[in-house]
T-cell receptor, first 112, second 114 residues
Framework: GDSVTQMEGPVTLSEEAFLTINCTYTATGYPSLFWYVQYPGEGLQLLLKATKADDKGSNKGFEATYRKETTSFHLEKGSVQVSDSAVYFCALSSSSASKIIFGSGTRLSIRP | NAGVTQTPKFQVLKTGQSMTLQCAQDMNHNSMYWYRQDPGMGLRLIYYSASEGTTDKGEVPNGYNVSRLNKREFSLRLESAAPSQTSVYFC?????????????FGDGTRLSIL
């Protein structure tokens, strides 16, 4: 079945460092891909999405490119801030299901 | 600008007690979902409702029931709570269950079963 695998955390970086959180997927058909962010004590919020191969989703300085050849959707940010500390979830929505499948989440902590 | 509202925010139950978690959305969305979030396991889908009048099991439905009361409301019921159901529960909604439709989440209900 469809699945999402993302790098385990926690990931700890210094402020202004470059961030990569890896995400790969397995799916039939042509899924849409998402990154969600969860701040402490809150629900998940959509961060960005891409709906077809080679699309780049971007928001708040974060980017991810839909790579069909490597079945990946890695999240990147050039210079992280303390306020980016949160849990990040990679997810997919496939044409064979009316629901979203989430990865296990990656906790990111940014040191001042 | 409420979005998805869940009540209560916190609850402590004793084993065997029953409880209903409430969820309402004001975005005129067709699809609604219930998840549980446990450490190291991400989000697991309990039940979902693709449209008003329909409900379907997700990945972990045992021990739960749901009711899609109307288009706005989707409740989750624990008939006889067990310690294994201690978790954070999230309700979500989307315009429809299509491929490119993101979900909007409530702030969660933190449930402890003693």
């Amino acid at each position: 079945g469809d699945s999402v695998t993302q790098m385990e955390g926690p990931v700890t970086l210094s402020e202004e460092a470059f961030l990569t959180i890896n995400c790969t997927y397995t799916a039939t058909g042509y899924p849409s891909l998402f990154w969600y962010v969860q701040y402490p004590g809150e629900g998940l919020q959509l961060l960005l999405k891409a709906t077809k191969a080679d699309d780049k989703g971007s928001n708040k300085g974060f980017e991810a490119t839909y790579r069909k050849e490597t079945t990946s959707f890695h999240l990147e940010k050039g210079s992280v801030q303390v306020s980016d500390s949160a849990v990040y979830f990679c997810a997919l929505s496939s044409s064979s299901a009316s629901k979203i499948i989430f990865g296990s989440g990656t906790r990111l902590s940014i040191r001042p | 600008n409420a979005g998805v509202t869940q009540t209560p925010k916190f609850q402590v139950l004793k084993t065997g007690q029953s409880m209903t978690l409430q969820c309402a959305q004001d975005m005129n969305h067709n699809s609604m979902y219930w998840y549980r979030q446990d450490p190291g396991m991400g989000l697991r889908l309990i039940y979902y409702s693709a449209s008003e009048g329909t409900t379907d099991k997700g990945e972990v439905p045992n021990g739960y029931n749901v009711s899609r009361l109307n288009k706005r409301e989707f409740s989750l019921r624990l008939e006889s709570a067990a310690p294994s159901q201690t978790s954070v529960y999230f309700c979500a909604s989307s315009l429809q269950g299509g491929v490119d439709q993101p979900q909007h989440f409530g702030d969660g209900t933190r449930l402890s079963i003693l």
